[in-house]
């Protein structure tokens, strides 16, 4: 058993992975995953198809926006989807009060807030979809239309 899987922001991503569906497991990674590109080599996948789970401070709000490995979110569209004139990428500090994980193991889901999720459009390219479980080495594996059910995220054009 791999000492990972029993961190808790690990069992709180499963938890939330699990209760959507039984069938979805968290996979742990003999290396780390904490870019999109590192997670693409070791699953051997386009790095278009790994989740980028990256969270934006728009004032006192907070979005977390799903973004396609292989492209960048664009503050600019993200300022006119919210219609806010200040958005920013949120800080380590903010991104582990509000979503209970560290960056490069922030999971779409079992956040310690509720937060508001968009899922940029580009990911919709892929059938089979990856994202981070909670730890910078854990992934899960979901089918792409299952991604907005289990995150009931917003599809939006939010990529450069």
Not at 73 to 100: F, H, I, R, W, Y
Request: glycine share 6%.
């Amino acid at each position: 058993m791999n000492p990972i899987l029993d961190k808790e922001p690990v069992k709180r991503a499963e938890k939330s992975i699990k209760e959507f569906d039984p069938n979805l497991k968290i996979v742990c990674l003999e290396q780390t995953a904490r870019t999109a590109q590192e997670a693409a080599t070791a699953l051997g996948c386009n790095v278009g198809a790994i989740v980028k789970s990256l969270l934006f401070s728009t004032g006192d709000n907070f979005v977390l926006c799903l973004v396609s490995g292989d492209k960048r979110c664009s503050l600019n569209k993200l300022k006119k989807t919210l219609d806010e004139k200040d958005v920013s990428m949120a800080n380590p500090d903010d991104v582990k009060k509000v979503t209970g994980y560290t960056i490069g193991g922030v999971s779409p889901v079992g956040h310690l807030s509720k937060v508001k999720i968009y899922i940029d459009i580009n990911l919709e390219r892929f059938t089979t979809v990856f994202a981070a479980a909670g730890h910078p080495n854990c992934v899960f594996k979901i089918e792409f239309n299952q991604l907005a059910n289990l995150t009931s995220g917003e599809m939006k054009e939010i990529t450069e």
